[in-house]
């Protein structure tokens, strides 16, 4: 009797067995694939320069210029199309600022702070977009997990209007009221990736995306429209203060990805954005009597988590 039992457990065993390799696992696509994706994230944008070669008794950096908690939606669309060994992917995506807050400090020598103001910001619009191309057939493979190179191209926008102001030192004659614009920001960046692309099965219909792009030279203008200052004996129209520079960064991207039915697949995951100037200079465009001065900090990061869908084929 004890025989026989053991008999019917190996039987069942082997059924369970044979099930599990009889289930189907997440194929690469081997066309290509689409999808949308919502990214929910924060940001900020800081920049900063030295007007000591204009003026000794300022300090350096003179102005400190930050927009930060800068919330943001976005959704974009992606896909990737293989063509024989080669590969090529992107995304496009749009979004809003919800708001943040914007500081405006300055210093003279020995960074003594003589005007410190805070607005609210109350709105933005943000985009992005990358074209990468790559080849499969230069990649690192194992039963799991595979790697593969890719260069591309990427640009990245954000513009947020602030209003009001706070005058935490009287330097500007008082409160401004928060009905009223006082600055938009404008900043854009042009970049060069190279970087991998990776894929690790973790479970039958289970996988973790990693897209990791450096960026090792990139372009950058930021817009400041000081609004209240458009007279045409201070700042004139907008935009009028303008910072151009070069810079280098990352952009990172970690999805965990199941398939919820064949070809189609949701994920969760996070993304980071990091972008900082190296080298730079601000001007006046309406005053070409006032030199160029040094920037000494100029970056934008945003960190968030994303949501998407795509299908295969």
Known sequence: MEKREKFRWLIVLAAASGAALAEPTLES????????RYWASTGDTKRSHNAQPLDPTLGNPTSVLLYENLDANTLEVFGRRNFGDWFLKGFLGIGSV????????????GQIKFSD??????????????????????????ERL????????????ETVDAYGATDHLGFIGGDIPHNVLVITNKVVWKALRVGVAAQLDIGPRT???VDLALVPYGKVRNDDSHHLRT??????????????GEGRGVQADVELRHEVRRHTQIGIGVRYWHLDAYEGERFLPNRPDVPRLPIVELYSRRFGI???????W
């Open 29 to 36: 696509a081997p066309r290509g694939e689409a999808g949308v």
């Open 98 to 109: 919800n708001r943040g807050v914007f500081r405006d400090e300055d210093f003279n020598a």
């Open 117 to 142: 103001t805070t607005s609210s910001v109350t709105g933005g619009r943000i985009g992005y977009g990358a074209v990468d191309i790559g080849r499969a057939d230069w990649v690192f493979n194992t």
């Open 146 to 157: 595979a790697v593969v190179p890719f260069v591309g191209y990427g640009q990245w926008s």
């Open 207 to 209: 996988r973790l995306d």
């Open 231 to 244: 007279s045409p004996t201070d700042l004139g129209p907008v935009p009028n203060i303008v910072l151009e």
């Open 306 to 312: 994303t949501l998407n869908a795509r299908r295969s």
